[in-house]
């Protein structure tokens, strides 16, 4: 383990020592289980949405959108749109 400063507000240092005296443990091991805990979500949460938009993409293809004007980026949407 290796030693990391990091500066925190008022509010968040209260917070924080709040949960850890709750918890039985020290500041730093709230951090540390708060950063773990991100970090493992952070990846499960990034696929969890691919899965969700790879089950639902094209779900919604009989819906049908009017645009105003014919821009290329209108042309460009309904090309796509009907792939």
């Known amino acids: 383990?290796?030693?990391?400063?990091?500066?925190?507000?008022?509010?968040?240092?209260t917070h924080l020592d709040r949960l850890a005296g709750a918890q039985g443990v020290s500041?730093?091991?709230?951090?540390?289980?708060?950063?773990e805990?991100?970090?493992?979500?952070?990846?499960?949460?990034?696929?969890?949405?691919?899965?969700?938009?790879?089950?639902?993409?094209g779900m919604a293809r009989e819906i049908q959108f009017h645009r105003e004007g014919g821009s290329a980026r209108d042309i460009h949407?309904?090309?796509?749109w009907a792939l």
């Open 1 to 13: 383990m290796r030693r990391t400063n990091i500066y925190l507000d008022d509010a968040t240092i």
């Open 37 to 57: 805990a991100g970090l493992a979500n952070q990846d499960r949460d990034e696929q969890h949405d691919l899965r969700q938009l790879d089950i639902t993409f």
């Open 77 to 80: 949407l309904d090309e796509m």
């Open 27 to 35: 500041r730093a091991e709230v951090v540390r289980e708060m950063v």
